[in-house]
């Protein structure tokens, strides 16, 4: 069983900057996929960025240029580095790990672009 905590989230204007973090219980493995999704009022939870076993990180086509995935497996942790936010991107994000044939999911952290 694998228990993430999502964290970083909070209100900011227009072209600012986050860093969300999540923290996972155990050990990450290099095997393990890693991702961040986000789920917007009364919207589908879309995929953000994948940081997968190895090949390429894969991101959201709104979110290119902006945002960057990465992880510390020594840390048990990924990160979401989130630049220039626009108001679209205001949603609950949420941190994903699936090893082998399970995924997990944490509880989510709201994010909130406003003048």
């Known amino acids: 069983q694998v228990q993430l905590v999502e964290s970083g989230g909070g209100l900011v204007h227009p072209g600012g900057s986050l860093r969300l973090s999540c923290a996972a219980s155990?050990?990450?493995?290099?095997?393990?996929?890693m991702a961040w999704y986000r789920q917007a009022p009364g919207k589908s939870r879309e995929l953000v960025a994948r940081f997968p076993s190895g090949g390429t990180t894969i991101y959201a086509d709104s979110v290119k240029g902006r945002f960057t995935i990465s992880r510390d497996d020594a840390k048990n942790a990924v990160y979401l580095q989130m630049n220039t936010l626009k108001p679209e991107d205001t949603a609950v994000y949420y941190c994903?790990?699936?090893?082998?044939?399970?995924?997990?999911w944490g509880q989510g952290t709201q994010v909130t672009v406003s003048s």
């Open positions: 155990g050990s990450i493995f290099s095997t393990d996929i």
């Open positions: 994903y790990l699936r090893r082998g044939f399970l995924g997990y």
